[in-house]
């Protein structure tokens, strides 16, 4: 149990797209959902924090504008990245964290993002 | 010169060693840790976790011990194996009223040599 997909694994794109990211609970329901970049031979750092049927939080210099979260569902975020630059190109992963006061957060595969 | 943040500090073990990853925490008032392990090109995979008011926990071949005083943390794994070659990581939850979020260490990359 305690599942998280994320959809597409890899995507290329050219500057000034957008990129959207699913990440999805697939056997549970998830009240609050994560996202985080990681650059190459770096840690993982928070963007933001969602909670299904409200706005996103964002962590201190992650533009909101440029990083949208949207959370529908009990089993799915959204992250798209507007007007996607180079300096954009990272790995993407979010994580899904049950509710009831459990700590523990399930992390998706990835989303590897390269951006021409 | 160095850039900050490109040098993953590095563990090179013998197969059948046991081998100690260590972590220093940042916030004296976080009250669970976790370690993960992240092979490459995937997410991380958690292995075993520890609440403030334990100092060791141990699971199938690993053993997470705590030391709040120094604010330290470190990850144990008996019989080293190729398939635990990785990197490891840290993570403190940093509780804030309804606040889950984790705060991931700077990672250590093992490698295990047959």
């Known amino acids: 149990g305690a599942v998280v997909s994320q959809h597409p694994s890899r995507v290329i794109c050219k500057s000034g797209t957008s990129v959207k990211i699913e990440c999805r609970s697939l056997?549970?329901?998830?009240?609050?959902m994560f996202w985080y970049r990681q650059f190459p031979k770096q840690s993982l750092m928070l963007m933001a924090t969602?909670?299904?049927?409200?706005?996103?939080?964002?962590e201190q210099g992650v533009e909101k504008d440029k990083f949208l979260i949207n959370h529908a569902s009990l089993t799915l975020s959204t992250l798209t990245v507007t007007s996607a630059h180079p300096e954009d190109s990272s790995f993407y992963i979010c994580?899904?964290?049950?509710?009831?006061?459990?700590?523990?957060?399930?992390f998706g595969p990835g989303t590897r993002l390269t951006v021409l | 010169g160095e850039s900050v943040g490109l040098h993953l500090p590095t563990l090179s073990v013998q197969e059948g060693d046991n081998s100690i990853i260590n972590c220093a925490y940042s916030?004296?008032?976080?009250?669970?840790f976790i370690w993960y392990k992240q092979e490459s090109g995937k997410g991380p995979q958690f292995i075993i976790d520890?609440?403030?008011?334990?100092d060791k926990r141990q699971g199938q071949r690993v053993t997470v011990l705590l030391n709040k005083t120094v604010k330290h943390l470190s990850l144990q794994i008996a019989a080293t194996q190729p398939g635990d070659s990785a990197v490891y990581f840290c993570?403190?939850?940093?509780?804030?009223?309804?606040?889950?979020?984790?705060?991931f260490g700077k990672g250590t990359l093992l490698t295990v040599n047959p």
């Open positions: 994580s899904a964290r049950r509710g009831g006061g459990m700590n523990e957060q399930f």
């Open positions: 056997d549970f329901q998830a009240t609050t």
């Open positions: 993570a403190e939850n940093m509780r804030g009223g309804s606040n889950y979020k984790l705060t």
């Open positions: 916030n004296s008032a976080s009250d669970y």
């Open positions: 520890i609440r403030s008011n334990m």
């Open positions: 969602s909670n299904e049927g409200s706005k996103a939080t964002y």
